[in-house]
């Protein structure tokens, strides 16, 4: 168990002009995680339980706000980039690592992280994970880079026993090489009981509105590359979504890197004027407002607009983040195992 340092409080609430008044003061309180790797993956369940996920087979996890971290080793998964975890509750989490062939599995722990279950295991030398999202404890989707011009989604509707595939005909084709950036678990995001959007590295969004059996695709006007596309991808409700992403090489450039939907993610418009300030790996509303975050390694944006105006945060960038339901408090990780707080002051 690593026990944090004298706690180091931080203002980010510094705006630029754009912003206009309302908007909340945020703060953060760095912490110490106890590794020193890249850390992608954050789940906040509510204000004293978090699970952080990382390179090294890394898995964290705090039950008293972050004063304490605890590593919850995965058995023969030091090798693993573990750059996605789902957690439904103190004890019950799902953790998905990335990489090509039998480096893609998806773990679950019942108890705490005392014990680990390898759920699925990757065998097709093709696929590659990327992120997963849930409806519920029992159901939810995993998304791999496509095979041979065909999405692959996997589907659970049994907490994960049993991983399946959804058919081709159910997906529409996929275009040479599209996937999705494995950069912070959020670009799968889902909603209500039965919808769910993937945003993909060619610029375009993945939709279902029945639990994953079929599926519709949209283009939207984020810029594409080989370094640049969808990294994130977040929902209000059933109708209102954000997407963020820029070039990842390119972290300053703020150019066509967001855009949002009003009609369930069928069009999207850019975002032109006062725009994210960077590049941004991960994207989240606050619980209960119209005001959203965005985070990149090189700093951050806030929007209390539903994202159609932004404004540059002061502080640290960071690769992920995670809001705790019902709660104004988050988590934010990155590199060299950098892991803070968030405390959302109306």
């Avoid at 929902?235 to 150019?255: L, M, Q």
């Avoid at 006062?274 to 509303?285: C, D, K, N, Q």
Wanted: glycine fraction near 14%; proline fraction near 4%; include cysteine.
């Amino acid at each position: 168990m690593i026990r944090s340092c004298t706690v180091v409080v931080l203002a980010l609430g510094a705006l630029s002009s754009a912003a206009a008044g309302g908007v909340p003061r945020l703060e953060w309180q760095t912490q110490a995680s106890g590794v020193t790797v890249r850390l992608r993956g954050i789940s906040a369940v509510s204000d004293r339980v978090a699970w952080a996920s990382g390179a090294g087979g890394t898995v964290l996890r705090t039950v008293d706000g972050g004063a304490t971290w605890e590593r919850k080793p995965i058995p023969d998964a030091e090798q693993l980039d573990i750059r996605d975890i789902d957690a439904m509750s103190p004890m019950v989490a799902y953790a998905l690592s990335i990489g090509p062939g039998e480096a893609s599995r998806i773990y679950k722990t019942r108890d705490g992280g005392t014990h680990w279950d390898l759920q699925f295991a990757n065998t097709h030398p093709k696929i590659f994970l990327d992120a997963m999202a849930f409806w519920d404890a029992d159901r939810g989707i995993a998304f791999s880079d496509s095979v041979d011009g065909q999405f692959v989604v996997l589907k659970t509707t049994n907490g994960g026993r049993t991983w399946e595939r959804v058919a081709a005909d159910r997906l529409p084709p996929a275009v040479p090489g599209e996937g999705a950036f494995a950069a912070s678990g959020t670009n799968v995001a889902t909603s209500g009981g039965n919808l769910a959007w993937i945003g993909t590295t060619a610029g375009r969004v993945l939709r279902t509105t029945d639990a994953g059996r079929t599926w519709a695709i949209a283009g939207t006007p984020i810029r594409t590359g080989d370094s640049a596309g969808i990294f994130s991808i977040a929902f209000r409700d059933a109708r209102h979504g954000v997407i963020v992403g820029g070039d990842y090489k390119k972290e300053r450039d703020a150019s066509e890197n967001a855009a949002v939907t009003s009609d369930g993610g069928v069009t999207w418009s850019l975002v032109k004027d006062h725009g994210l300030s960077g590049y941004r790996s991960v994207v989240a509303w606050i619980p209960g407002a119209t005001h959203l975050l965005a985070l990149g390694p090189s700093g951050g944006d806030i929007s209390q607009d539903g994202g159609t105006t932004w404004a540059p945060l002061t502080g640290e960038g960071f690769d992920t983040l995670s809001l705790a339901p019902r709660s104004r408090a988050a988590w934010v990780a990155g590199d060299r195992g950098r892991i803070a707080k968030l405390t959302i002051h109306d």
